[in-house]
Nanobody
């Protein structure tokens, strides 16, 4: 089973930036897709962004133009660059991967946007 570990969360002021990382325990090149979900207090988990094996990227409307998903196959790591953060971006962010075995999830990293 794939092990995924997120890092990079923290407290940031509105309008600020953070970069989340998701380190995988194995080669990520073979994954069909990787991405991010988030869950705010009292709300359901929601999809944020996906990067496919082809390199194609997809974003939720709420983050489009502010967030950028990318990956570094040599480092087995995926990233989420988050700019122009808003208080409504406050959530626990989870990374995931999918391959022929199914989906794997990380433990999550907290992002808090507050002044």
């Amino acid at each position: 089973q794939v092990q995924l570990v997120e890092s990079g969360g923290g407290l940031v002021q509105p309008g600020g930036s953070l970069r989340l990382s998701c380190a995988a325990s194995q080669n990520i090149f073979s994954f069909n897709a990787m991405g991010w979900h988030r869950q705010a207090p009292g709300k359901e988990r929601e999809w944020v962004a996906t990067i496919r094996k082809s390199g194609g990227t997809h974003y939720a409307d709420s983050v489009k133009g502010r967030f950028t998903i990318s990956r570094d196959n040599a480092k087995n790591t995926m990233y989420l660059q988050m700019n122009r953060l808003k208080p409504e971006d406050t959530a626990v962010y989870y990374c995931y991967s999918t391959d022929y075995r199914g989906s794997s999830w990380g433990q999550g990293t907290q992002v808090t946007v507050s002044s």
